[in-house]
């Protein structure tokens, strides 16, 4: 959401009394480092929705927790995909080549990705929730009905925080009749005031502020229960996915916190030098890398993911392999034979219903 008026920074988040001495930094460092961001966050993001929906068409049952990481991995995408225009901007010291309208839609689908993202964490952090703290209790409620719901209010809720961008969002004038994509507000400086306190508390601090929350009672509930626990293997899948969570939510506010910081604090600074003009790229830089992170995370911290993402990719042969060995009345040994790909479907379907990647 790195989208002000005339007198502060433009898409690329270059201010322009700084934008010459940055030129070097801005057209050669930050399009590798951002070309770099996209390759691997579009591979990342694509083998996460491959892996979700490939075990749904093994007729699996798409779990809550499913549901949540397939739409963030999605979100993730499309955030990825307004790169390119970025990269190209940056090479372009700062000048758009695709129109007023394009402007629009690629400023609009980064601050949307962006607040759809922050929303999605917060909705499953009370899933964690309820999965914790009340197992039984709430289970009704989590279901993969009820879950695309949340998904639907979240896209809904996130359409109505970005009004403003669609309204102000427009082409810059620049020198020499080029023009920069940047939110054009009507009153620059008590309106870029405004926005950037609007765009802080609704995309950053309130939803961080509902998460940590949230998270306390979970751990305070752990520390503290003496109520009859769930089954042990439940029990472990609930830490598991608790944990990667919690992994993902750190993630997403460790990389945005500096950006939204550094807003903050351009509210004070008149002339931005040189080193707040590159600590400004680097911490878009962060909030960029944060869609290619998650993936990784899903990986290192999913056994489930990764036996899911293997037997996705995996060629099916039709070998025969023993299964289900028993014993007869008698004591012999009876072996059934089966082709491994009879025995892909029901792979599939190991997975309890409230499991996730874990």
């Not at 901007?89 to 607040?115: E, K």
């Not at 992170?293 to 037997?311: A, D, G, H, V």
């Amino acid at each position: 959401m790195d989208f002000f008026n005339n007198t502060n920074f433009s898409i690329d988040g270059t201010n322009s009394t700084t934008a010459e001495d940055g030129a070097l930094h801005c057209g050669a460092i930050l399009p590798v480092i951002f070309g770099i961001i996209c390759f691997l966050g579009i591979i990342g993001n694509c083998i996460v929705m491959y892996t979700i929906m490939k075990k749904t068409k093994c007729r699996a049952k798409q779990t809550v927790p499913d549901i949540f990481i397939l739409n963030l991995s999605i979100v993730d995408l499309l955030f990825l995909l307004g790169m390119p225009f970025l990269i190209h901007q940056l090479l372009g010291n700062g000048t758009w080549h695709f129109g007023a309208a394009m402007c629009t839609v690629i400023t609009a689908l980064d601050s949307n990705s962006q607040i759809v993202s922050t929303y999605i964490l917060t909705a499953m952090t009370f899933d964690r929730y309820l999965a914790t703290v009340h197992p039984i209790r709430f289970n009704y409620v989590r279901t993969p009905c009820v879950a695309v719901l949340v998904i639907g209010l979240v896209w809904v809720l996130s359409l109505l925080t970005i009004i403003p961008v669609w309204m102000y969002s427009g082409l810059m004038p620049l020198p020499d009749g080029l023009v920069a994509c940047a939110l054009l507000l009507p009153d620059p400086v008590t309106d870029t005031y405004w926005f950037t306190l609007y765009q802080f508390f609704l995309a950053f601090a309130i939803p961080l502020a509902i998460i940590c929350l949230v998270f306390f009672k979970i751990l305070q509930h752990m520390s503290t229960s003496v109520a009859p626990l769930p089954p042990r293997s439940l029990r472990v899948r609930t830490r598991k996915v608790t944990r990667m969570a919690v992994a993902i939510c750190l993630a997403f506010f460790i990389c945005w916190a500096p950006f939204y910081i550094l807003q903050l604090v351009h509210l004070a600074v008149q002339k931005p030098s040189i080193a707040f003009s590159y600590a400004y790229n680097i911490a878009i830089s962060m909030g960029y890398a944060n869609s290619c992170i998650n993936p990784f995370l899903y990986i290192m911290l999913s056994e489930t993911f990764k036996r899911q993402f293997l037997r996705a990719v995996r060629p099916a042969h039709r070998k025969f392999r023993v299964v289900n060995p028993s014993t007869t009345d008698g004591g012999s040994v009876s072996v059934r034979m089966v082709p491994e790909g009879a025995q892909q479907e029901p792979a599939c379907r190991e997975i309890p219903s409230n499991a996730a990647p874990e």
